[in-house]
């Protein structure tokens, strides 16, 4: 049996990983819908994959959707890029994939499970997160390496851990994390917890978080910039929906809320 087939037919088990996962949703109901409205019109829920550093702009941008289609609900799921997209290719019903790289955004394509060309819809930088205050003085990526300073890193195979080992590499630093974080959000809760003294994250998880830490720039990160890939997926339950999404967030309205939130316009 074809191995595509065979994902399928594990989609009601994935579904019951992928609820327990999932974040609710930007409004309320039961029950799914084909989006297919009188006049087209896009009604239903549609179920959205995104990278965990869009948590905060996918929330506002999925309210603004809401109310731009009555009759629709938007429901994220969000995680590392790597997770989601490896849930996506083993069944996992859903209508949109939003990445943090095209590294991830590959698997989906490459296993058939994307419908059409993803587009490049934002771009993110990486920043030095630290506690408010900065208290250990941390200045560039070299200070990361001084004795006694504790780093947190994304995985390797998440975006964020990709781009840290190449800004890294960039500065011909070498360090040993204490942690390894499956996504973004983990390696900033460190610092916001005290628990570390640094991370490597977004700059749009430093804006979004500013209250407890600081983003401190530093120049090696323009060698690592993030290229954040959307696409409507192949088998999604709401293929309207879907397809309304994608072109939502590539709209002037979604496209000021993801500037205003500090990522770059592609």
Same mark, same amino acid.
């Given at each position: 049996?074809?191995?595509?087939? #065979? ?6 088990? %994935? ?6 996962? &999932? ?28 990278? &965990?550093?869009?948590? @905060? ?21 969000? &995680? ?15 209508? *949109? ?10 698997? *989906? *394509? ?21 506690? =408010? ?15 006694? #300073? ?17 800004? !890294? ?11 390894? @974080?499956?996504? %973004? ?9 005290? @628990?570390?003294?640094?991370? !490597? ?5 430093? =804006? ?8 401190? @720039?530093?120049?090696?990160?323009? =060698? ?6 959307? *696409?409507? !997926? ?12 994608? &072109?939502? #967030? ?7 809320? !993801? ?8």
């Amino acid at each position: 049996m074809h191995a595509r087939t #065979v994902a399928r037919s594990r989609r009601t088990a %994935v579904a019951v990983l992928v609820a327990g996962l &999932a974040l609710t949703g930007c409004g309320a109901g039961d029950g799914r819908a084909n989006g297919g409205g009188a006049g087209g019109r896009v009604t239903g829920p549609v179920t959205v994959f995104a990278a &965990a550093s869009l948590t @905060e702009s996918f929330t506002r941008i999925g309210k603004d959707f809401e109310a731009a289609h009555p009759g629709s609900r938007v429901t994220l799921n969000v &995680a590392g890029s790597s997770a989601l997209a490896n849930q996506i290719t083993q069944g996992a019903p859903a209508d *949109v994939f939003a990445s943090a790289a095209p590294t991830n955004m590959s698997t *989906v *394509v490459e296993a058939g499970d994307a419908d059409g060309t993803p587009s490049v819809f934002a771009r993110n930088q990486l920043v030095i997160a630290v506690p =408010r205050g900065n208290p250990k003085a941390v200045a560039s990526l070299a200070d990361l390496s001084r004795p006694g #300073v504790k780093v947190a890193l994304c995985a390797s195979q998440v975006p964020c851990g990709a781009a840290a080992r190449t800004a !890294l590499d960039a500065a011909g630093v070498a360090l040993t994390p204490v942690t390894l @974080e499956r996504d %973004v959000k983990g390696a900033l809760a460190k610092v916001k917890l005290g @628990e570390v003294d640094a991370a !490597l994250v977004y700059r749009t998880d430093t =804006r979004a978080a500013s209250d407890d830490v600081t983003g401190v @720039e530093f120049p090696e990160s323009a =060698r690592a910039v993030n290229d954040y890939p959307i *696409v409507a !997926l192949k088998d999604a339950p709401n293929p309207n929906g879907a397809r309304a999404f994608v &072109a939502y #967030v590539r709209s002037a309205p979604a496209q000021a809320v !993801l500037a205003d939130a500090g990522f770059q316009a592609p």
